[in-house]
């Protein structure tokens, strides 16, 4: 047999903002009970029109093309395959039989097709659901006026609500916003029972003082037992709903008489955390989260069993320094599959109970999303490289993986991405244990540019997460996509710093009552290690971050010597700490930062860039969006006008629809446009915007 010479073509195309908005998103599978297909939204965006539409499409795990099932919703979504495997369940805002939904409803259809049967016309529609093991009825959530009763009362409510002339939000509640919205006025979220066939709805928490998460909540919040009868679920029994809370697991009896609904508590004691209840197969014993949180705040959730006869509960992940997430998945009666992030990716493991062994069942990257069914597992996961694509494995050779997609394929075809390498060195010096057997104490994933030679030098530029205990994963961001970095010329640093996750709990600790001082330390040794590259232009070096990483380019420029840096970009970014405690998560200041404002101001000034104005020399490009409670949009006009009342160069891009992330298509266009013009205005060789057209080979890093 005859060997082709032939070289493949050079890739001709860069990856662009443009072309991200051209790229299909697929969510989470759900698998049908024979694990023979696989259905999951998969979104689309119109960018003349500004607007994604998601619809539902099927997935053979066996083979074949993927098939789409729905086309008539603009935001089908959350699909769940009913145990009988005869229909599908879905949330989405339709318009049928002349009736418009204002809010997302309950929907079904077969598998095979046709016209998808509305299921609820719930007063404030349907967030989150999960189907009975009999197939025969729905558990859902909805927000509902806690002291009135009846369908008709919380439709008439509501209505009088949105009719009203006056627009105040008057609240005594401790969270009374989150992320980007006002938490509904005088409102709580319930859990709600559908029996599908009649369409019958009663509230299971009507008269009681039980609710779920106002702030955000989704079907890991609860869980229904096998045999129908029990329902199981977080809730937060303090008077004061707020974000630091504590939160039992109750278990409540199925019924629609209040007084037939026995209630038991199955996890609470002071200072634990307790989250995403899953019953076992056989109804015996529950799996959740469970955090220590009163001894130590960043404490995170560990695999806790809840033996439903004893109601003794015992946390069996405690020897492993990693943090499992929810969903928690029964694969059988000893074998957990849930994620984890491990060293900057996001694995799908299985976990054995008896041994308490934890072994992965598909490698990141990072999964974003599973399913598991009848000895079949299928997944959604991206990374550097890709963006999100769907695959599938039978759990008895899951080295043998099958791609179920393609959506993305012809698009980057022709798209030259640049090398990825992960990199550890000599960071802070701190408790934190060595992340390698060389001691290096920090990481860094590195960029190069598409078709990089070592011989020429490029301008650096870090891209800083957020969090601070979150990392910068093997992930395909589309708001801080790498590759869109690196098309440009840069080589891109993504450090994860001193406090970031997936390294282990003293590495994700180490910076409380000290933020600022590790994470630049970490920082700048990655910089030092990165100019004594020949190809890095030691005058050409930029920082730029968003969040946590904004909270750290603004405390770079006011603690690094003038000219490090030629400029930052600061993307929603904490510049106050006491300006910031009107953000939505102020309970956590104190904890974090080591006291209250007002208690030891010293303390909070000695962690907060506005403290350390006098010093900021560096020019500034400062973005926030005015819907960001998170960081509200406050903190990026201070940082903006107080570099303005010093004379260093800034610029503000502001956008009035925009929450902590750029989301709309023509704004986050906008948004790499105006990053990259800032960056182009102070490198002294401009790096190329506009890249050739034919990309030479790749050099191998050094």
């Not at 009970?33 to 795990?61: E, I, R």
């Not at 890709?386 to 075809?413: E, K, M, Q, W, Y």
């Not at 970009?569 to 300006?579: N, S, T």
């Amino acid at each position: 047999m005859l060997m082709s010479t032939t070289k493949p073509a050079p890739k001709s195309k860069l990856l662009t903002a443009e072309l991200l908005w051209q790229l299909s998103r697929i969510g989470p599978p759900s698998l049908s009970p024979d694990g023979a297909q696989a259905v999951a939204a998969v979104t689309s965006y119109d960018t003349a029109a500004n607007k994604g539409s998601a619809s539902l499409w099927l997935f053979s795990t066996l083979g074949g093309a993927p098939r789409r099932l729905t086309s008539c919703g603009e935001k089908d979504g959350a699909p769940r395959w009913s145990p009988s495997g005869d229909c599908i369940a879905f949330t989405a805002k339709r318009d049928q039989e002349g009736s418009k939904d204002s809010d997302a409803q309950l929907y079904a259809i077969a598998p095979d097709g046709g016209e998808a049967r509305r299921l609820t016309s719930v007063a404030g529609g349907v967030q989150a659901f999960k189907w009975f093991p009999d197939g025969k009825r729905i558990a859902f959530t909805a927000w509902v006026y806690p002291k009135l009763k009846g369908a008709a009362a919380q439709l008439a409510a509501l209505k009088a609500h949105t009719d009203r002339k006056d627009s105040a939000y008057v609240t005594e509640e401790a969270q009374y916003r989150y992320w980007d919205h006002n938490i509904a006025q005088d409102r709580v979220v319930h859990l709600h029972v559908l029996h599908v066939e009649s369409g019958e709805v009663f509230d299971l928490f009507e008269g009681g003082d039980f609710e779920l998460a106002r702030t955000e909540h989704d079907a890991t919040h609860f869980d229904v037992s096998p045999d129908n009868s029990r329902v199981a679920f977080s809730f937060d029994p303090a008077l004061q709903k707020r974000g630091d809370n504590c939160w039992s697991i109750i278990e409540m009896v199925i019924a629609k008489s209040p007084a037939k609904r026995l209630t038991k508590i199955l996890a609470q004691s002071p200072g634990w955390d307790h989250a995403a209840p899953s019953y076992g197969p056989n109804g015996k014993r529950i799996a959740c989260l469970s955090a220590n949180i009163g001894k130590r705040h960043t404490l995170q959730g560990q695999l806790t069993l809840i033996d439903l006869v004893t109601n003794k509960s015992t946390v069996v992940s405690d020897k492993w320094d990693r943090v499992p997430t929810a969903p928690l998945h029964w694969l059988d009666d000893e074998t957990l599959a849930f994620k984890a992030e491990d060293f900057a990716q996001n694995h799908l493991w299985q976990f054995d109970l008896n041994t308490q062994t934890p072994t992965i069942l598909a490698r990141g990257g990072t999964v974003q999303g599973f399913d598991v069914a009848n000895g079949v597992a299928s997944w959604i996961a991206d990374s550097m490289n890709h963006p999100v694509r769907l695959s599938c494995a039978s759990l008895s050779s899951v080295a043998a993986i099958t791609r179920l997609d393609g959506f993305n394929d012809a698009l980057l075809a022709d798209v030259a991405l640049g090398a990825v390498e992960s990199v550890t060195y000599k960071g802070a010096n701190s408790d934190a244990p060595a992340l390698n057997a060389k001691g290096h104490t920090a990481h860094m994933w590195v960029i190069y540019p598409p078709g990089f030679d070592a011989t020429q030098t490029y301008p650096l530029m870090h891209a800083i997460h957020g969090g601070p205990h979150a990392a910068s994963l093997d992930a395909f961001h589309y708001r801080w996509n790498n590759q869109v970095f690196a098309a440009q010329g840069y080589v891109v640093a993504c450090v994860n710093y001193h406090g970031s996750s997936s390294f282990g709990y003293a590495f994700l600790d180490s910076i409380t009552h000290r933020w600022g001082e590790l994470e630049l330390l970490d920082i700048e040794a990655a910089t030092d290690l990165m100019v004594k590259k020949p190809f890095i232009d030691k005058k050409r070096l930029f920082a730029t971050g968003g969040s946590y990483g904004g909270y750290m380019v603004a405390w770079m420029n006011g603690h690094l010597k003038r000219g490090r840096y030629a400029a930052y970009v600061c993307h929603a970014g904490c510049f106050d700490w006491v300006g910031m405690f009107s953000d939505d998560a102020w309970h956590w200041h104190a904890k974090e930062l080591g006291a209250w404002y007002w208690d030891d101001m010293a303390k909070i000034h000695s962690q907060s860039p506005h403290a350390h104005a006098a010093n900021l020399t560096t020019p500034t490009l400062v973005i926030h969006g005015q819907l960001d409670y998170r960081v509200p949009d406050a903190q990026g006009l201070a940082y903006y006008n107080t570099l303005k009342a010093q004379n260093v160069p800034a610029r503000l891009v502001w956008f009035p629809d925009e929450n902590h992330w750029i989301l709309k298509p023509a704004n986050a266009v906008l948004w790499y446009r105006e990053f990259f013009n800032w960056l182009s205005r102070f490198d002294a060789t401009p790096a190329q915007s506009i890249a050739p057209k034919k990309i030479a080979g790749k050099s191998k890093p050094t």
